[in-house]
């Protein structure tokens, strides 16, 4: 919505609350509203929306929502994830609410729901971000139990293949023509589309804001990398007064223009969900310079506290679920600069 009438409303004394039903320029505003990165965004939304629909809170959307795509085993997401190079899963995930409490874990093993454990670090530790082993030996303390250290069929296979070539280089969109995320060079043969990371943001009947993010971070990755994902302000953030923002694709370039936190102060100075992405792209090819940045893909999606949502992305290829109401839940293809 327009900042002008936003103003003009809040003056009148409108509450934001009641503001659901007037016209932005994308048109009627959402609330409650869900959106997550890539294809796989459409089951995690429908887990959200129950939460959402039902009055809940935005935290527990956001949590319940990207735990359908941890436990597909079809998924770059969870255990059924690639593996890092020395061929074992390890995972991120960061989650964040309206408070501004977050937290964190970083390359945790034989957890099925990273992102619950995060959860436990915001609410039972003094700290935010938990990695490797205390990480796991927070979650066995806390009673997720420890999975079995082993590939899924798909991920064997992809691992297999990777380590015929042990190639390290980005492809573009890898995730929508191979399967797998910008790293990894090899075609997965089950010929499914996965994707690598979710995403989501989500502001409920209350108005309040939460966002969560998970993944396996890049095929194939260097032991011990972390991406962005599980970094607050990178990965994902979250300010209950203007935004939320997450972000997929190559995380080394997220975390360098601190991706997420840009997008919401970009937000917070007036700009919309869309263009406030549009402008951390353009950082990240300026700060990359456009020929590097043909080599990578990063996608931000952003919602506002006026339930205006919209994504952006470097290449053509990203898309993003959408969804604010039991018969609508959607893809929409992020725009592109490149
Ligand atoms: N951003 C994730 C990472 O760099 C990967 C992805 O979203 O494709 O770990």
Known sequence: MERRKFLTLSSLGISALSLSSFKSAKGTLRRPLVISTWDAG?????????????????????????????????????????????????????????????GSVGAIERIKHPIS?????????????????????FAVEEGFPLEEQKLSPDAKRSYENWLKKNEYKPVINIEKTQGHGPFAPNKLDT??????????????????????????????????????????????FVDNEIGAATATGQGEDVIRICGTHLVVELMRQGLSPE???????????????????????????????????????IQKGFNFAVCYADDKNFMEDGKYIL
């Open 275 to 313: 263009n406030a992405c549009k402008k951390a792209v353009e950082r990240i090819i300026k700060v990359k310079g456009t020929e590097k940045s043909k080599q990578i893909q990063v996608g931000f999606i952003a919602i506002n506290k006026q339930g205006e949502y919209g994504g952006y992305c």
């Open 191 to 236: 010929g499914e589309w996965n994707h690598d990371t979710i995403g989501m943001v989500a502001i409920d009947a209350n108005g309040n804001l939460s966002g969560s993010c998970t993944t396996s971070g890049a095929g194939f990755k260097m032991r011990g990398r972390l991406g962005d994902s599980p970094i607050i302000g990178a990965g994902l």
């Open 117 to 137: 454990v995060a959860r436990r670090v915001m609410e039972k530790t003094p700290h935010v971000m938990l990695v490797g082993q205390g990480a796991q030996q």
């Open 42 to 102: 459409i089951e995690a939304n429908k887990a959200a929306w129950k939460v959402l629909r039902g009055g809940g809170r935005a935290l527990d959307a956001v949590e319940q929502g990207v735990m359908v795509t941890e436990s597909s085993q079809n998924c770059c997401v969870g255990l059924g994830a690639n593996p890092d190079r020395d061929g074992i899963v390890t995972l991120d995930a960061c989650i964040m609410d309206e408070l501004g409490n977050c």
